[in-house]
């Protein structure tokens, strides 16, 4: 499903890119050049048919028979995009910010997804691809503390616990131990470094398109760093909701990647939403239990015989 998915963005960019070379075209435009941002506020209005400062996808469709374009443009509503979101567009799209995009520079998008890996119980590790490559935490098992973001090539980043005496050499080793005896899946073991790396493609279940990114993978290094550097202590759950995870990671590099917020409820929000639901259904049928034994008692009272005197 993986390679699938991996074929299909490189499927869809070219798509994408042959859409917005026929759009600008058109308006006799000379991509080669590259496109300034009046170019591409240009080809907004013309193709905002009705001129109310967005496009909807019936718009676009009408107007250029596909949609492959316009689905690769980061918006709020699937339906429509806005003004704001065109320009955001461009921005993401200028990677070397000389404000102009090229078709070479659109072909450097890589598409962005949320993958998933089963953990049984209907609970769900995540990682992100980007392009061809995935990242995740490595975690040796729910009560572990080591913070540790693994991407396709090995370590990416380790948190402070790295540093003391011989803690990463017993994590190397305990990582190695859950691999040879099918704790881990063998995939993540990397042999020519000798450590764990992220899950390949090939190996998730299943995966979510969660946009596209111009970010490279110096930026990406650079990223991961600082995150972990922030976030030193992995936490796979808190009844508070400050757990730091596989799925907090993943909201937080994908927002990242993609420009924009990216929002998903977690295995962890799930339970806390039932727990809390439940709790809260039991002050509310005692309380109403509470109310009506108050309601009747004024009522039993009166039926007692009134004392002789």
């Not at 980007?130 to 080591?146: K, M, W």
């Amino acid at each position: 499903m993986g390679n699938n998915a991996n074929a299909m963005s490189e499927e869809q960019n070219q798509a994408a890119s042959a859409e917005a070379l026929a759009i600008f075209q058109i308006l006799g435009l000379d991509v080669d050049k590259g496109l300034a941002l009046a170019d591409w506020e240009a080809a907004f209005d013309a193709l905002d048919a009705d001129q109310n400062g967005s496009v909807s996808r019936k718009e676009w469709y009408l107007k250029q028979g596909t949609t492959s374009m316009y689905d690769a443009v980061q918006k709020k509503h699937p339906g429509s995009i806005a003004r704001a979101e065109w320009v955001k567009a461009f921005e993401i799209l200028d990677v070397d910010q000389d404000g102009k995009i090229t078709v070479d520079e659109w072909l450097r998008r890589r598409l962005v997804q949320l993958s998933f890996y089963p953990l049984g119980m209907g609970a769900y590790s995540w990682g992100v691809a980007v392009g061809e490559d995935c990242y995740e935490i490595a975690s040796l098992n729910r009560s572990a503390t080591e913070m540790a973001v693994v991407g396709p090539q090995g370590i990416v980043a380790l948190g402070e616990w790295a540093k003391e005496e011989g803690g990463k050499e017993a994590w190397l080793n305990a990582m190695h131990e859950a691999v040879e005896d099918g704790t881990k899946h063998s995939t993540i073991w990397f042999d020519e470094k000798s450590e764990p790396r992220a899950r390949p493609a090939d190996v998730w279940e299943s995966f979510e398109h969660a946009g596209w990114s111009m970010r490279n993978d110096e930026q990406i290094q650079a990223w991961v760093e600082q995150w972990v550097e922030q976030n030193p202590t992995y936490k796979a759950i808190d009844p508070l909701g400050r757990e730091c995870n596989e799925q907090t990671f993943a909201l937080a590099f994908i927002s990242w990647l993609i420009g924009s917020e990216y929002s998903r409820m977690t295995d962890n929000t799930k339970g806390r939403a039932i727990v809390y639901g439940g709790l809260a259904l039991l002050a509310i049928g005692a309380g109403a239990a509470a109310i009506s034994y108050a309601n009747k008692k004024p009522a039993q009272e009166l039926e007692k015989p009134k004392e002789e005197k």
